[in-house]
């Protein structure tokens, strides 16, 4: 009803404040698609605020990510999901948030989890020889298989849960990284979840082709996977 009647005025901008937040998941999937509907017949600006991820990349055609009262980043959808500028837009978008742990570079490599993933050179970390860095793999994009590792940029995992969403399955793992303080400090991510120091938690979204069983193995090809590079102290995307 306010919609309609702001409409009726005709005006150059609209500012909604999380319209949507007090609706149930079924109504509020409707109503988005309605105004994703809207928002293409009118020629007006819409400024949406809201704290829901899906929400933004659903209806927007720009994203402004906002964290501690700053803009930390303008962009499409395409570029806050695959070009993040900083970790804490990295881990915001995506269900399951992107995969993140703690990476040292020895000898002009880069070790992690015990792995060697690629040469200083390769990846583009020169300047950060004899450092660490904080290193993002998305669930969807970990590269693996159900046999025995065949190389030694591979690792073995043994999965200590899972669940399943239908379509797909989230499958859960320890890797031997250590946790990242910035997600602590963005997301209150505190040793309730995570009271190792030596071990963090990873996530693989897999399509429910085949059951695996809790125990089991799984090897990651850490190398071939898809990596996002930060900067431990400040987030900044390398």
Same mark, same amino acid.
């Given at each position: 009803v306010a919609l309609g009647r702001a409409m009726m005025k005709e005006?150059?901008?609209? *500012?909604?404040?999380? /319209? #949507?937040?007090?609706?149930?998941?079924? *109504?509020?999937?409707? #109503?988005s698609r309605e105004l994703?509907?809207?928002?293409?017949?009118? /020629? $007006?600006t819409i400024v949406y605020v809201t704290h829901d991820q899906n929400e933004a990349m659903m209806l927007a055609s720009r994203i402004? !990510?906002?964290?501690?009262?700053?803009?930390?980043q303008i962009g499409s959808v395409d570029d806050v999901f695959n070009d993040p500028q900083n970790l804490f837009v990295a881990t915001f978008f995506g269900t399951? +948030?992107?995969?993140i742990g703690t990476a040292s570079i020895r000898k002009g490599f880069v070790y992690f989890a015990g792995t060697n993933i690629g040469s200083l050179k390769h990846l583009g970390l020169e300047a950060y020889r004899g450092r660490q860095i904080l290193i993002g793999m998305r669930p969807n994009q970990l590269i693996f298989h159900s046999g025995k590792k065949r190389n030694t940029n591979q690792i073995e995992v043994f999965l200590k849960n899972q669940i399943n969403l239908g379509n797909n $399955? #989230?499958? %859960?793992?320890?890797? +031997?990284? +250590? /946790? $990242?303080?910035? *997600?602590? +400090?963005?997301f209150g991510i505190d040793d309730i979840f995570n009271r190792s120091t030596?071990?963090?938690? %990873? !996530? #693989?979204a897999v399509a429910n082709s085949k059951p695996f069983k809790l125990g089991s193995k799984v090897t990651l090809d850490l190398k071939a996977t898809p990596k996002f590079f930060f900067d431990i102290k400040t987030g900044l995307r390398i």
């Open positions: 005006p150059q901008i609209y *500012l909604m404040d999380e /319209p #949507l937040s007090s609706l149930d998941a079924q *109504l509020k999937d409707n #109503l994703a509907n809207i928002h293409k017949s009118i /020629p $007006s402004g !990510v906002m964290h501690d009262g700053r803009i930390t399951p +948030k992107m995969n $399955s #989230l499958l %859960f793992f320890d890797l +031997k990284t +250590k /946790p $990242s303080k910035l *997600l602590e +400090k963005y030596e071990f963090t938690e %990873f !996530v #693989l």
